[in-house]
């Protein structure tokens, strides 16, 4: 686009000067023609213009749509992989074990209450007078479905590592680990798979993008492997949830 902008640029100028050229050194019968052909050189010109400036309008437009539906998708995938962590202790970086997860785990529920009690011993030491200690108590009270708690009836999760809109089979790149320990995880698709069939010079400019109302870098992202945390490096208007 900026090519197409620099060339119109250039061609009006050089219109500018045709059009001096003509006034100066053509004679009067040949001016109607040539006035006519830049008249319609103009035209041109104006709707090319225009087209690149609505063709990035269109292209934006797109590019939400498409990012919105890619970051349900990541969102479905950080809850299977928080669900995960809090069963098993760690992430996974395997879909299908994480499907399989899903399919057959279950929530433990728990009650935590205060019980207090005669310390028998501690009565003793202060010559019968009656001493008690509390304790943290922490009842089972039954399980729940990870399946039932997060997705519900929907078995979405099945297909929850295709990326909406890019070339058929591609699916999120799923990575998991420790970082000084503490386990972590990124699931990630690069932009450019993303808009694959747009303007190349447009998905270009969207992977440098730095903005607080955009989504910055090349990739659409949830998790971090170089810090502990488990958001996505999108801003809050293309998604409710973060």
Do not use: C
């Amino acid at each position: 686009m900026l090519n197409i902008i620099i060339a119109v640029v250039a061609v009006v100028l050089l219109t500018i000067g045709i059009v001096w050229v003509i006034d100066k050194f053509l004679p009067k019968k040949a001016k109607p023609f040539l006035i006519i052909a830049l008249w319609v050189l103009i035209a041109f010109l104006g709707y090319k213009t225009f087209m690149s400036v609505y063709g990035e309008i269109e292209f934006n437009k797109l590019k939400e749509r498409r990012y919105v539906k890619v970051i349900e998708k990541l969102i479905d995938v950080r809850n299977a992989q928080v669900a995960h962590k809090v069963v098993t202790g760690k992430f996974t970086d395997n879909f299908d074990n994480l499907v399989k997860f899903i399919d057959t785990a279950q929530y433990t529920i728990t009650q935590r209450r205060d019980t207090t009690v005669v310390d028998a011993e501690l009565t003793k030491r202060y010559g019968g007078v009656e001493t008690t200690r509390t304790y943290v108590v922490v009842d089972t009270l039954g399980s729940v479905s990870v399946k039932d708690s997060l997705f519900k009836t929907s078995d979405r999760y099945k297909t929850m590592m295709n990326v909406p809109f890019a070339p058929e089979g591609t699916k999120f790149n799923l990575q998991s680990g420790l970082l000084e320990g503490i386990p972590v995880f990124e699931a990630s698709i690069e932009k450019k798979k993303i808009l694959h069939d747009q303007d190349p010079y447009l998905i270009k400019k969207e992977e440098q993008v730095v903005s607080v109302d955009g989504v910055n870098g090349p990739t659409l992202k949830v998790g971090s492997m170089d810090e502990v945390n488990t958001n996505g490096n999108w801003p809050k208007n293309y998604s409710k949830e973060q």
